[in-house]
């Protein structure tokens, strides 16, 4: 154990009354714990941070081919990122493009 007069962070040589390296073993640990804890609890913070959400302004119809299979593609792409992803089709109108993007 470490006399009270050596803060945790000193840099005064250490003293546990037992061989040095079972010292230094002992203060290792201490600080390999603190920084798992620390790691742990940013872990903790950010899974509750909700997902990123992104909207895809489709210019085409939702009954062409191509577009379809593209809007497939980025949800996929959306999915394996953990993103949410949302569609929206112009059908060619770009007042309606205008509407959402708003």
Known sequence: MLP???PLLSTKPLYCG???G???FRWVVRYLLLATLLMLGGVVQASVV???SVVFLNPGHA???FWVSYSEFM???ARDLGMQLRIVYGAR????LLAAAH
Do not use: F, N, R
Request: charged content about 25%; proline content about 9%.
């Open 4 to 6: 009270s007069e050596y």
């Open 18 to 20: 037992q061989a040095l």
């Open 22 to 24: 079972v010292c230094m």
């Open 75 to 77: 949800q996929a792409a």
């Open 93 to 96: 109108d770009t007042g309606k």
């Open 50 to 52: 909700k997902p990123a």
């Open 63 to 65: 009954t062409e081919p």
